[in-house]
């Protein structure tokens, strides 16, 4: 998690939590009384009730606005709390950067009392549905590919569970991954590209052919004449999942 006191650098410019993702996330944790946010980054998506946010990266939680729940140095993998500390851990797009995934689920279940409420994505459904990395930037979607963790394996982690989908809205605030779906010209913006782990992290080098010719579809107007179904859709189901275990 070292990459992200590189990666973070510019985190809060592009990545604000979204109020209709945040819903989502805060009906998900329900009623818990104290909640425990780990791989926390910056803060996005803490509801009021957060004690205590658990971040390995000391640039990310430098950007973590005033008034925000404390925040300890750490890694997912050991906790520095005691059993059944909080009745609700929550991790947003966090556990594909794990170094050791089962123990860090194993921890996450240790600490909560009642639930664990994890963010992230299925991949096989993000590489189908998802334009950029399917049409332009497939390096991106290879590099996913050796980092993202199954939905089921998840889930089996976490000794059972549901899996939710959250449709990503147009207008996204929030600069995760597919936050663009709609709005392909932002892309073109290395600000915009690294904010986003699979892009920042594959490179420009890597990706420079593919970006080419997404700014020219979108100079010429093939973008729009080719994806014009999406250009109808208020929000779309990337593969975005919100798992919900109850322990």
Request: include cysteine.
């Amino acid at each position: 998690m070292a990459v992200y006191d590189t990666l973070g650098a510019t985190y809060a410019r592009t990545r604000r939590p979204d109020p209709r993702i945040a819903a989502r996330i805060s009906a998900a944790i329900g009623d818990a009384a104290d909640v425990l946010n780990v791989g926390a980054g910056t803060g996005s998506y803490e509801p009021p009730q957060t004690v205590l946010a658990v971040e390995p990266s000391r640039v990310m939680i430098g950007q973590r606005p005033p008034g925000s729940a404390p925040a300890v140095q750490a890694v997912a993998e050991h906790l520095p709390l005691r059993d059944d500390a909080t009745d609700a851990v929550m991790a947003l797009l966090t556990v594909h950067h794990w170094a050791d995934l089962a123990a860090g689920i194993g921890e996450l279940r240790r600490v909560a009392r009642r639930r664990v409420v994890v963010l992230t994505w299925d991949q096989h459904v993000f590489r189908e549905r998802f334009w950029l990395v399917r049409d332009y930037l497939p390096e991106a979607a290879a590099f996913d590919d050796s980092r993202a963790v199954p939905t089921d394996r998840l889930i089996d982690l976490l000794g059972g569970g549901r899996q939710e989908a959250v449709h990503v809205p147009h207008d996204c605030v929030d600069g995760f991954g597919a936050a663009y779906w709609r709005r392909p010209h932002a892309y073109l913006d290395p600000h915009v590209r690294a904010g986003i782990s699979m892009l920042a992290q594959t490179g420009d080098a890597a990706l420079a052919p593919g970006l080419t010719r997404l700014a020219d579809d979108v100079r010429t107007g093939r973008w729009h004449t080719r994806y014009a179904e999406l250009l109808t859709l208020a929000s779309l189901d990337v593969g975005y999942r919100l798992i919900v275990a109850d322990q």
